[in-house]
């Protein structure tokens, strides 16, 4: 186990970061396609665990049984999903389409889609789309910014992200993705939909438990309203372009954690963007008993409808913060447990702004603690700061921007208290970060998610989708 | 296994129309009591599963280990939880206060709380209060209405019902309870507190495993936002002034089914007055594989939050409803599924017009088709009609008034299609009823709820609960 230093840094270009990757996006109303672009690249694949799956779900989950693509086609504004024979038929049509345009066999093309549940496809705009888009497959920058726009659903902004890993001897390798919706395991019924490409050699065997990995820690913890869709798809693909062979072990480690920053960078751009979102919310359950506990606790606080009206109505409600920890399921011992809050106003594009040193191999990425640089005076908010030595606990307790509601069992936010002003006034940020500590192991997870807003009844109320 | 004819009727008078049961209750400002009194009487309770439990819930668990109660003293306004060592001193002084009024042992005095989480107990006014309250003690059938009302937070309408079941040789029994809040397993922070009185003969023992049995079946099929409180409370005591003994086989039989009914229309009003609801939304789910399976999906449909807004926007969203079903976990074949929507104008009373006449023995009050009488002309709606003979597979697709969107698999409600159109019609009623047929078994499960709305946000935003 010797140290293993590298370094990550946010890059442009999205999907195209990695060299060999081209793309395009069009739009024709509330239709969208994008295409990806990379020849017969190592590929795996993660999908929703709804029963009922779309069309093109089955089809990519076939598809990626050999392991490799060439192409990725998605549209936006119909799911094709709970449409029969027919259903399977246009998504079959779609891929030859892509097939014929591109030159590549059709088992080589993945598919994703996204929208309204049970609609045929209008399959003469989809094929004039594909068309199009194919034509002006690019690797410039702005192509994977248009490929990100032309997937978008209920989504306000497009999303999109891309990191350099920097190894010690100087190699480098990329990640890139871009992405649409709110979440793996408990997104919203606009479908979380996430493309990855990156420059590694890499098989495909390799890929999936890694994607699986940084999935679990990263999308799976994103929670905008608890709704499974029935199109999620997470594909990754590796194009060998880096020259770089995730066999070495430094890399090995290297491109895990880089795929853990981009899936969580992504993941927190989702909730950031959840349905009629006034504020971004993170959670982060340290001192857990295990790793399952952490998850349980901080995502139950992320989901609850109460919490999430009360961070709406920018309200402190411990309380509900409590009783959402104590049904999650987590062990814990009320009289042990701790409640901070803390806050600021950020947009989505300070996600992108981190430069990680991974000084400590045994910091895990997951431990980081994401409050501690917040407010130092510069703009260039650490959101995971993992270089830091100190301990946690140290630099949590440290930390004069984190107010504590309850500490070790007992209330400091009773009404009328400094502390419940404090937190009465933290509350008006845009970002509010929660802090519970269970005081009942050394298991850490962070949940993110959003508030409950008029504007997400009003979205989902009065539109079907 | 001899056929057991009984009828159930609802009868006026709530926890009053059991001979032996005075109650009263009083308000001041946001601070209310309720004072239940019936003497030496067998009792049982079922509590929160929250980790996290406020003190009356700890009080009223150890005070049952000894199987009797004398009186049960609620209060709302404050949940008198979290509250440390203080709320304990507080929560025994209010038991204390109470048994001087009433002049009975403190060790048989259950009490529950309501209201705000980590405050201390306005301990003047809850005084002056229980006071009023002892000294006011009625069986008048206005004094249940009165406790009921007493003990409401974010209520909208109080809740009470009592029936009466009459066994084919004319014999009596009665059951009636007061309830506030929205669920059991899954209500909303606003507390679910449920007080039952009884007059039939049992121990305490009994009347656990029947309260456990007639919750699961009621209470806990009800949702509102899937939060879990750390109040809940159902305290079931039964002071035996029917002189029918539990122990002879048909009123056994019948005492069961009777808590169920009178569970579940509790449950269905608490559902009817969820947190800012302007609908009613009920889930059938029949031809499950297991009762687990039926559970499950129908939960899943109704804790939505998709669904909900879907309901609310009047949109037959039947494309939500496969999503929630697919992810709820149960096993079946999306192939086989069908789904129908049917609904009615109703308001709160209506869950009391009915007459139960147990003609078929093996017939299970969970099996009962809810919609076969709906606009048959009477006002007087039989939600609970369970002595119908046919099959319920017959009777639903012998069912004008159920609008078929997915029929076996195939969808039946296209855009622009008359199903479509009934079902967009349907969805203007107070009374949303949603009929899954699984196709994959012969159980059955109801989950109740209601839409998630702009008012439940709003209410949850606004103040600290």
Same mark, same amino acid.
Not at 316 to 338: H, L, M, Q, T
Not at 411 to 429: D, H, Q, W, Y
């Given at each position: 186990m010797c140290a293993n230093n590298f370094k990550i840094n946010f890059v442009d270009g999205g999907v195209c970061a990695i060299? *060999?990757?081209?793309?395009?996006? &069009?739009?024709?109303?509330?239709? *969208?396609?994008?295409?990806?672009? &990379?020849?017969?690249?190592?590929?795996?694949g993660v999908f929703t665990s709804n029963k009922i799956k779309a069309a093109p779900v089955l089809s990519t989950r076939e598809t990626l049984k050999n392991g490799k693509l060439s192409a990725i086609v998605a549209n936006s504004g119909n799911a094709n999903c709970f449409t029969g024979l027919d259903g399977e038929t246009d998504c079959k049509d779609m891929i030859n389409l892509v097939a014929d345009e591109l030159n590549i066999s059709s088992n080589e093309i993945a598919i994703?889609?996204?929208?309204?549940?049970?609609?045929r496809l209008p399959m003469e705009i989809m094929a004039k789309l594909i068309k199009k888009t194919a034509n002006n497959l690019d690797d410039g920058l702005s192509s994977s910014t248009n490929a990100a726009k032309a997937i978008m659903t209920t989504d306000t902004v497009h999303k999109e992200a891309a990191i350099e890993v920097q190894l010690e001897n100087g190699d480098k390798f990329r990640i890139g993705g871009i992405c649409k919706g709110t979440g793996m395991i408990s997104p919203n019924m606009g479908t979380m939909l996430c493309f990855i490409t990156t420059d590694i050699i890499a098989n495909s065997d390799y890929l999936n438990k890694a994607l699986k990995k940084a999935v679990d820690d990263s999308f799976n913890m994103v929670v905008v309203d608890g709704d499974e869709s029935t199109n999620d798809e997470v594909i990754l693909i590796a194009n060998g372009s880096s020259n770089l062979d995730v066999n070495v072990n430094e890399i090995n480690e290297a491109f895990q954690k880089g795929l853990t920053v981009l899936c969580k960078n992504l993941g927190k751009k989702m909730a950031f963007d959840g349905e009629g979102a006034s504020k971004f919310l993170e959670v982060e359950v340290i001192n857990a008993g295990s790793e399952k506990d952490a998850k349980l606790a901080s995502k139950s606080v992320v989901k609850s409808a109460l919490v999430k009206s009360a961070v709406f109505g920018e309200d402190p409600n411990w309380g509900r913060i409590v009783a959402a920890i104590g049904y999650s399921g987590a062990d814990f011992n009320p009289k042990k447990i701790s409640i901070a809050i803390g806050s600021d106003d950020i947009n989505i594009d300070d996600f992108d702004l981190i430069n990680i040193n991974n000084i400590n191999n045994n910091h895990n990425i997951n431990n980081n603690h994401n409050i501690n640089n917040i407010n130092n005076g510069s703009k260039n908010i650490n959101f995971n700061n993992n270089s830091i030595n100190n301990s946690i606990n140290n630099s949590i307790n440290d930390n004069e921007n984190l107010i504590y509601l309850v500490k070790n069992g007992n209330v400091l936010g009773f009404e009328g208290t400094k502390s419940l002003k404090n937190a009465e006034k933290a509350m008006k940020k845009k970002y509010i970060y929660v802090l519970v500590?269970?005081?009942?192991g050394n298991h850490t997870a962070t949940a993110y998610g959003c508030d409950l807003t008029y504007d997400y009844v009003k979205i989902n109320a009065d539109y079907t989708t």
């Amino acid at each position: 186990m010797c140290a293993n230093n590298f370094k990550i840094n946010f890059v442009d270009g999205g999907v195209c970061a990695i060299r *060999g990757v081209k793309t395009a996006g &069009f739009r024709e109303g509330k239709y *969208g396609i994008s295409i990806i672009s &990379f020849k017969n690249s190592d590929a795996t694949g993660v999908f929703t665990s709804n029963k009922i799956k779309a069309a093109p779900v089955l089809s990519t989950r076939e598809t990626l049984k050999n392991g490799k693509l060439s192409a990725i086609v998605a549209n936006s504004g119909n799911a094709n999903c709970f449409t029969g024979l027919d259903g399977e038929t246009d998504c079959k049509d779609m891929i030859n389409l892509v097939a014929d345009e591109l030159n590549i066999s059709s088992n080589e093309i993945a598919i994703a889609s996204t929208g309204v549940i049970g609609r045929r496809l209008p399959m003469e705009i989809m094929a004039k789309l594909i068309k199009k888009t194919a034509n002006n497959l690019d690797d410039g920058l702005s192509s994977s910014t248009n490929a990100a726009k032309a997937i978008m659903t209920t989504d306000t902004v497009h999303k999109e992200a891309a990191i350099e890993v920097q190894l010690e001897n100087g190699d480098k390798f990329r990640i890139g993705g871009i992405c649409k919706g709110t979440g793996m395991i408990s997104p919203n019924m606009g479908t979380m939909l996430c493309f990855i490409t990156t420059d590694i050699i890499a098989n495909s065997d390799y890929l999936n438990k890694a994607l699986k990995k940084a999935v679990d820690d990263s999308f799976n913890m994103v929670v905008v309203d608890g709704d499974e869709s029935t199109n999620d798809e997470v594909i990754l693909i590796a194009n060998g372009s880096s020259n770089l062979d995730v066999n070495v072990n430094e890399i090995n480690e290297a491109f895990q954690k880089g795929l853990t920053v981009l899936c969580k960078n992504l993941g927190k751009k989702m909730a950031f963007d959840g349905e009629g979102a006034s504020k971004f919310l993170e959670v982060e359950v340290i001192n857990a008993g295990s790793e399952k506990d952490a998850k349980l606790a901080s995502k139950s606080v992320v989901k609850s409808a109460l919490v999430k009206s009360a961070v709406f109505g920018e309200d402190p409600n411990w309380g509900r913060i409590v009783a959402a920890i104590g049904y999650s399921g987590a062990d814990f011992n009320p009289k042990k447990i701790s409640i901070a809050i803390g806050s600021d106003d950020i947009n989505i594009d300070d996600f992108d702004l981190i430069n990680i040193n991974n000084i400590n191999n045994n910091h895990n990425i997951n431990n980081n603690h994401n409050i501690n640089n917040i407010n130092n005076g510069s703009k260039n908010i650490n959101f995971n700061n993992n270089s830091i030595n100190n301990s946690i606990n140290n630099s949590i307790n440290d930390n004069e921007n984190l107010i504590y509601l309850v500490k070790n069992g007992n209330v400091l936010g009773f009404e009328g208290t400094k502390s419940l002003k404090n937190a009465e006034k933290a509350m008006k940020k845009k970002y509010i970060y929660v802090l519970v500590d269970l005081s009942n192991g050394n298991h850490t997870a962070t949940a993110y998610g959003c508030d409950l807003t008029y504007d997400y009844v009003k979205i989902n109320a009065d539109y079907t989708t």
